[in-house]
């Protein structure tokens, strides 16, 4: 009964660090993505996939970067971290049509110092 | 321009009041739209989807005007948890694009 797992649920970097956050579904979900939630801002949207080999950008994708070789796992790449990716990180995936409801992970804390 | 934009909030209510909130949208090839929860530091939590004819679940109320592109969600005898962040959320195109979100609205109802 996993659904989204997301690991690391916190994370501490120091500027100019790489870390990749992952993200794993077992629901067979074609479409992933990733938001970032800023007090505030609500949750942006920095990539997403519609399946495995396809992803695009979304609001904010500066400073990320993503990949899709299986169904199950959409990892999210920060290549040299900054201090304004600190943020909680979301991923969440949903099956087909309009009406599919989105699934979330539980969310990774991270603070680039 | 935000693509999905939501009253600012936060509203403060007492028990039992009725309150709305407000989402309008700015792009017209938007398909799907939704309402989410978010409770304090948890991740956001499908409340009701929002359809064309108006759609209602108990308490709540969802309202969609296609040529106003606007959503409204109602919530009516309110309880204190209900206190969280509600989500206006609009599926663009075609059924996989984009997810966008708005903001958020903060409710929190007071004994």
């Known amino acids: 009964n996993a659904g989204v797992t997301q690991t690391p649920k916190f994370q501490v970097l120091k500027t100019g660090q790489s870390m990749t956050l992952q993200c794993a579904q077992d629901m067979n979900h074609e479409y992933m993505s990733w938001y970032r939630q800023d007090p505030g801002m609500g949750l942006r949207l920095i990539h997403y996939s519609v399946g495995a080999g396809i992803t695009d950008q979304g609001e904010v994708p500066n400073g990320y970067n993503v990949s899709r070789s299986t169904t199950e796992d959409f990892p999210l790449r920060l290549l040299s971290a900054a201090p304004s990716q600190t943020s909680v990180y979301f991923c969440?995936?949903?099956?087909?049509?309009?009406?599919?409801?989105?699934?979330f992970g539980e969310g990774s804390r991270l603070t680039v110092l | 321009r935000k693509e999905v934009e939501q009253d600012p909030g936060p509203f403060n209510v007492p028990e039992g009041a009725t309150v709305a909130f407000n989402c309008t949208y700015s792009n017209s090839a938007s398909q799907s739209f939704f309402w989410y929860r978010q409770d304090c530091r948890k991740e956001p939590k499908l409340l009701m989807s929002?359809?064309?004819s108006g759609n209602e679940d108990g308490r709540f109320t969802a309202q969609l005007n296609r040529a106003s592109q606007y959503i409204s969600l109602l919530i009516r005898d309110s309880k204190l948890s209900d206190s969280a962040t509600y989500l206006c959320v609009v599926n663009r195109g075609t059924s996989y694009d984009k997810v966008i979100f708005g903001p958020g609205t903060s409710l929190s109802v007071i004994p």
């Open positions: 929002v359809y064309s």
């Open positions: 969440a995936s949903k099956g087909q049509g309009f009406t599919g409801e989105l699934f």
